[in-house]
């Protein structure tokens, strides 16, 4: 069963920089799409980036676009986020998600997830 850790998330100022991490279990890691999704109370989730195995096709969301970049480090079983140039829109938990193997949905429809980081973004 994979297992989904996330963490960095944290109280900024409008135009500060956070860098979330993932920490994931599982052997077949290196074969998973992962990516990261947000949700805000009363607000739909939003898909934010994903990024294939081998990191040739990545997807961000059009809000996040020029601000976020995606990455992953397979040898440590560990995928980032990095967030630049963040905005009080940007506050959310952040989810951290696998997408198994066998999916064929590009961005992808995750099949588990992390508990969570919170991020505040105060303007």
């Known amino acids: 069963q994979v297992q989904l850790v996330e963490s960095g998330g944290g109280l900024v100022q409008a135009g500060d920089s956070l860098r979330l991490s993932c920490a994931a279990s599982?052997?077949?890691?290196?074969?998973?799409?992962m990516g990261w999704f947000r949700q805000a109370p009363g607000k739909e989730r939003e898909s934010v980036a994903a990024i294939n195995r081998s990191g040739s096709r990545i997807y961000y969301a059009d809000s996040v676009k020029g601000r976020f970049s995606i990455s992953r480090d397979n040898a440590k079983n560990t995928v980032y986020l990095q967030m630049n140039s963040l905005k009080p829109e940007d506050t959310a938990v952040y989810y951290c998600?696998?997408?198994?193997?066998?999916?064929?949905?590009?961005?992808?429809?995750?099949?588990?997830w992390g508990q969570g980081t919170q991020v505040t973004v105060s303007s």
């Open positions: 998600a696998v997408d198994l193997p066998g999916g064929t949905s590009w961005p992808p429809k995750y099949d588990r």
């Open positions: 599982g052997r077949t890691f290196s074969s998973y799409t």
